[in-house]
C-alpha cells in the first residue's frame, strides 16, 4: 500500500507559467517532506524541503506548500523554464529506531514546452 | 561538494554472470543506500545500511546482497543477473537522522542484463 502518492504520472506546462505538482500522504508520523528532480540518466537531485511544522517553505522560483490536515503537498515552480523538464519525486521522513528512512512517490515527469 | 560516485554508468551482462556495482562516499555519511528505478515503479528500496558491516534488507531484496566493507563504500552484488533485473540502479547517501533525512546520490548505472 503506498504511504506517498503522486497522483499524476506526468504534467505539460508552458513556459513562463506555473507548474503545481502534487503529493498526498497517508501516515500522519512523517515529520518532513522532500521534493527531487531527476534528469533522465542521472541521479535525483534534492529539491527543497519542508518540516511538518511548517505550512510553506520557498527558495528562489520553487516553493513547497504543506496542508497537514488534508495530508497534501504542492510543489510551485515559478516561472517554468525548458530546464525544470524532468522527474520530480515527493519523499516522506519517518524515523525508523535511530534513524531516518524515505519513503518515495512514483513521481511525475514534468515537462515545459518552450 | 558532496559526492558520491558509482563505478560505471553503464554495464552490459550476461544472464547468470555475478554483477558488482560499487558505490563509494566521499561525505563521511554513517548511512548508505542501494535503490532501482524502474519507468512508472519510482524509487524501490533494495538494501541499506547505518554502519559498517551492517546490512538491512529493503523493499525488493531478492536475488541482490550487498557488501559494506569500509565507511565509504557500499557494494552491490548481483549473484546471478537475470534479465528482469535490468534497471538503472542508485546508489544514495546520508548522515544519521540528518536534519529531514536528506539523502545524496551518485549518477547510476544503467544495467542491461541480455
Known amino acids: 500500500d503506498q504511504q506517498v502518492k503522486q497522483n499524476s504520472p506526468s504534467l505539460s506546462v508552458q513556459e513562463g507559467r506555473i507548474s503545481i505538482l502534487n503529493c498526498d500522504y497517508t501516515n500522519s508520523m512523517f515529520d518532513y517532506f522532500l521534493w527531487y528532480k531527476k534528469y533522465p540518466a542521472e541521479g535525483p537531485t534534492f529539491l527543497i524541503s519542508i518540516s511538518s511544522i511548517k505550512d510553506k517553505n520557498e527558495d528562489g522560483r520553487f516553493t513547497v506548500f504543506l496542508n497537514k490536515s488534508a495530508k497534501h503537498l504542492s510543489l510551485h515552480i515559478v516561472p517554468s523554464q525548458p530546464g525544470d523538464s524532468a522527474v520530480y519525486f515527493c519523499?516522506?521522513?519517518?524515523?525508523?529506531?535511530?534513524?531516518?528512512?524515505?519513503?518515495w512517490g512514483l513521481g511525475t515527469s514534468l515537462a515545459v514546452n518552450p | 561538494d558532496v559526492k558520491v560516485t558509482q563505478s560505471s554508468r553503464y554495464l552490459v551482462k550476461r544472464t547468470g554472470e555475478k554483477v558488482f556495482l560499487e558505490c563509494v562516499q566521499d561525505?563521511?555519511?554513517?548511512?548508505m543506500f542501494w535503490y532501482r528505478q524502474d519507468p512508472g515503479l519510482g524509487l524501490r528500496l533494495i538494501y541499506f545500511?547505518?554502519?559498517?558491516?551492517?546490512?538491512e534488507k529493503g523493499d525488493i531484496p531478492e536475488g541482490y546482497s550487498v557488501s559494506r566493507e569500509k565507511k565509504e563504500r557500499f557494494s552491490l552484488i548481483l549473484e546471478s543477473a537475470s534479465t528482469n533485473q535490468t534497471s538503472m540502479y542508485l546508489c544514495?547517501?546520508?548522515?544519521?537522522?540528518?536534519?529531514?533525512?536528506?539523502?545524496?546520490f551518485g549518477p547510476g548505472t544503467r544495467l542491461t542484463v541480455t
Open positions: 544514495a547517501s546520508s548522515f544519521v537522522g540528518g536534519t529531514g533525512g536528506e539523502q545524496y
Open positions: 561525505m563521511d555519511h554513517e548511512n
Open positions: 519523499a516522506a521522513s519517518v524515523w525508523a529506531g535511530n534513524n531516518r528512512k524515505l519513503i
Open positions: 545500511s547505518y554502519d559498517v558491516k551492517m546490512k
